[in-house]
């Protein structure tokens, strides 16, 4: 079992920059593969970032990519989410997830086993 707790969500102009992070609990932390999704109002759940039990392997949305950067701190049971050049339409709540399941990053929900409660982040154009 993993409990997840985002944090680091807010207010930021477009072209700002926030840092989501992710509080893991659970020994194990460092086997799960771990993930960001969003979801804006009215939308499906989107995926966002990924990154591999290791952090030798990461994968981006195309709308996200050369912006966006996941880390993760085995040590700290952590994963974070640097945003940089936000834009209006990356308003969303952002959920953290983990996934048990062997292989590569995931980049797909129904991957991934756990989720946390999301963070809203705004911004604003």
């Known amino acids: 079992q993993v409990q997840l707790v985002e944090s680091g969500g807010g207010l930021v102009q477009a072209g700002g920059s926030l840092r989501l992070s992710c509080a893991a609990s659970?020994?194990?932390?460092?086997?799960?593969?771990m993930g960001w999704f969003r979801q804006a109002p009215g939308k499906e759940r989107e995926f966002v970032a990924a990154i591999s039990w290791s952090g030798a392997s990461t994968y981006y949305s195309d709308s996200v990519k050369g912006r966006f950067t996941i880390s993760r701190d085995n040590a700290k049971n952590t994963v974070a989410l640097q945003m940089n050049s936000l834009k209006a339409e990356d308003t969303a709540v952002y959920y953290c997830?983990?996934?048990?399941?062997?292989?590569?990053?995931?980049?797909?929900?129904?991957?991934?086993?756990?989720w946390g409660q999301g963070t809203q982040v705004t911004v604003s154009s």
């Open positions: 997830a983990a996934s048990s399941q062997l292989g590569a990053a995931a980049t797909e929900k129904y991957e991934y086993d756990y």
């Open positions: 659970g020994r194990t932390f460092s086997s799960y593969r």
